[in-house]
């Protein structure tokens, strides 16, 4: 369907996706002799594609493919910064505004709860823009003046155990 749609994809491969380089046979991408502007391999289920190694932050490596033979790889570093941003907003909406904590079956009761975790989100990001602080700031602001109040006044207390 992205190809129907003239779309360009780019994504991680883990290093024990095969992969047939040489038409000799296949072969985990970790196994892959790359340049820099990346090599022409065949990946089942998607035909020929681009891959690209690259130097991870952590020390590792990171396989990146596409399916366009023709980007280069100042163009993938550009569409990797999108791809980490992408992936930095799911997770900040995940660890701030708990979108995948629902408990619910009905398919309505989801929708709701993402479509205000997505709001609550968004309004949490243009008050850190605004405040120029960050996620982390913004709940122990919200956080720490509550537990406090409660404390000061708890409203249910729990029978001593001991």
């Known amino acids: 369907m992205i190809n129907k ?5 780019l994504t991680r491969l883990k290093a024990n ?3 047939n380089p040489d038409r ?13 502007q990346g090599t022409i391999v065949h990946l ?8 690209f190694t690259i130097a991870a932050p952590d020390g590792g490596r990171e396989w990146w ?3 366009d033979l023709n980007l280069t790889g100042l163009m993938r570093v550009r569409m990797a910064g999108y791809a980490w941003t992408i992936e930095h907003y799911h997770w900040g909406i995940k660890q701030f505004c708990g979108v995948e904590r629902a408990q619910v079956r009905a398919a309505r009761a989801q929708r709701n ?5 997505l709001r609550a989100f968004l309004r949490l990001e243009r008050y850190c823009y605004h405040a120029g602080i960050s996620w982390f700031e913004v709940k122990i602001a919200i956080i ?3 537990v406090r109040a409660y404390l000061a006044n708890p409203l249910y207390t729990l029978p001593a155990t001991a």
């Not at 089942?44 to 891959?51: A, D, E, M, P, V």
């Not at 709860?113 to 975790?117: P, T």
């Open 113 to 117: 709860h993402i479509g205000l975790c």
């Open 5 to 9: 749609l003239g779309w360009v994809w």
């Open 17 to 19: 996706r095969w992969v």
């Open 44 to 51: 089942k289920g998607s035909g020929l594609i681009r891959l």
């Open 144 to 146: 720490r003046p509550a």
């Open 24 to 36: 000799n046979g296949w072969c985990p991408v970790a196994r892959v002799v790359t340049d820099a």
């Open 65 to 67: 493919a596409t399916h």
